[in-house]
């Protein structure tokens, strides 16, 4: 294996991680000798050196880390809370009907109810911490199950899910020919100021 190879291996590795790997770690999943792992890492952190780059290596004990450097932490702030802000489109609202009115519930059960693939809205319902991992059922393939959190009341302002509006029908079986449709009778009985969605398309 050539160095050049190494190196982009080692980096794509620790750039995945996002953690602290230790080098027999590198070493077993790259496949190259952990004591050309190390220096592989010394030419690493001597190129983003160089580079001036705005990445950098920890050393963390007898683990190594790819990460920002600290001069940058405002913009990745700004950025992540600026993503974490972002309203909620009406893919995203239909999710969390579905979930809080049927949790837990698998990603299987949200496609199946909204007849598309919804991992990526789900994925980013998770991040906002409006969503959370629920356990996995004793299924093949032990499929992970997702429930509201707390911060879910308190976006929409409720102490329990038992102040969730009333299903749509009487038969108890969620209908979600307009999602948002739940949501705006929601608002309207709590007093909430609508915001218009500026985004129409799924997260």
């Not at 590795?13 to 070493?27: M, N, V």
């Not at 919804?118 to 299924?139: D, F, P």
């Not at 409720?158 to 209908?175: F, I, K, V, Y």
């Amino acid at each position: 294996m050539e160095l050049n190879e190494g190196i982009r291996i080692i980096e794509a590795i620790l750039f995945a991680s996002g953690e602290p790997i230790t080098p027999d770690r590198l070493s077993e999943a790259s496949g190259i000798e952990k004591d050309m792992v190390i220096r592989i890492i010394d030419q690493l952190e001597r190129r983003y050196n160089v580079g001036e780059s705005a990445l950098r290596i920890l050393r963390l004990n007898d683990s190594f880390q790819l990460a920002t450097r600290e001069e940058y932490a405002p913009y990745i702030k700004n950025a992540l809370e600026n993503k974490r802000q972002a309203r909620l489109t009406p893919a995203a609202l239909e999710v969390l009907a579905i979930v809080a009115y049927n949790q837990p519930v698998t990603k299987a059960f949200v496609e199946q109810v909204r007849g598309t693939d919804s991992s990526s809205v789900v994925n980013s319902l998770v991040e906002r911490e409006l969503l959370c991992e629920a356990g996995r059922l004793e299924l093949p393939g032990r499929p992970m199950t997702y429930r509201t959190t707390e911060n879910f009341l308190r976006c929409f302002d409720m102490a329990s899910l038992e102040e969730l509006p009333r299903m749509p029908t009487e038969d108890g079986q969620m209908r979600l020919d307009d999602p948002e449709e739940l949501w705006e009778e929601y608002e309207r009985i709590r007093g909430i100021p609508r915001q218009d969605s500026e985004e129409n398309k799924e997260e």
